[in-house]
Nanobody
Framework: EVQLQASGGGLEQAGGSLRLSCAVSGFVLDDYSIAWFRQAPGKEREGVSCIVRRDGNTLYANSVKGRFTISSDNAKNTVYLQMDNLKPEDTAVYYC?????????????????????WGQGTLVTVSS
């Protein structure tokens, strides 16, 4: 059974940093991608960043490019989202998700594919 456990959210001031973690378990093969999505109150869910477990390729939404960094510690089966220079508009519930589709984390599909596995959300609040 695939399980994803997100953690690390909290309250931070604008300009500050937070690191989210996603503990991943249950994938039999390493041909999967992990993505971070977020959903702000009253808004649709949006893709933030993703990483391909096997080759480390990454993708970022334009709104976070240059501020957020996704990484994977394969030995710990954990994916991180380092969020720097936080802005109030980054306030949202952040979810990590996983999928086996080879195009799940690809600039051609750009978070449009439906991820099969989801963790619970972790709330990030950025005050101005």
């Amino acid at each position: 059974e695939v399980q994803l456990q997100a953690s690390g959210g909290g309250l931070e001031q604008a300009g500050g940093s937070l690191r989210l973690s996603c503990a991943v378990s249950g994938f039999v093969l390493d041909d999967y991608s992990i993505a971070w999505f977020r959903q702000a109150p009253g808004k649709e869910r949006e893709g933030v960043s993703c990483i391909v477990r096997r080759d480390g390729n990454t993708l970022y939404a334009n709104s976070v490019k240059g501020r957020f960094t996704i990484s994977s510690d394969n030995a710990k089966n954990t994916v991180y989202l380092q969020m720097d220079n936080l802005k109030p508009e980054d306030t949202a519930v952040y979810y990590c998700a996983g999928d086996l589709h080879p195009m799940a984390c690809n600039s051609a599909t750009s978070f449009s594919l439906s991820y099969d596995y989801w963790g619970q959300g972790t709330l990030v609040t950025v005050s101005s």
